[in-house]
């Protein structure tokens, strides 16, 4: 099993920012896509940024959000910037394990935009 354990969330003002840590007990060179998605009440999950062989973005997070990673702390990032009250929801860290396909899902980390 691929344990990935997401940190960072919290309540926020909007137009402020938030930093979102994903830690993977695997060496991510082992995963073979690694991203976040984000559930907010009444809605799909739906995928806010992913990075495969090529970085994408969802339209409603461009030039806001940035995905990253660092291979020696095995570890996800996205920083969020410039957060809006649509941006409220459960955020979850996703990863693909190269050796067998399978997907993983962090427990997910609550971000509110509220003031």
């Known amino acids: 099993q691929v344990q990935l354990v997401e940190s960072g969330g919290g309540l926020v003002q909007p137009g402020g920012s938030l930093r979102l840590s994903c830690a993977a007990s695997?060496?991510?060179?082992?995963?073979?896509?690694m991203g976040w998605y984000r559930q907010a009440p009444g809605k799909q999950r739906e995928l806010v940024a992913i990075?495969?062989?090529?970085?994408t973005y969802a339209d409603s997070v461009k030039g806001r959000f940035t995905i990253s990673r660092d291979n020696a702390k095995n570890t996800l990032y996205l920083q969020m910037n410039s957060l809006k009250p649509e941006d409220t929801a459960v955020y979850y860290c996703?990863?693909?394990?190269?050796?067998?396909?399978?997907?993983?899902w962090g427990k997910g980390t609550l971000v509110t935009v509220s003031s």
């Open positions: 996703y990863a693909r394990y190269r050796a067998n396909g399978m997907d993983y």
């Open positions: 695997v060496g991510i060179f082992s995963l073979d896509a």
């Open positions: 990075i495969i062989s090529s970085t």
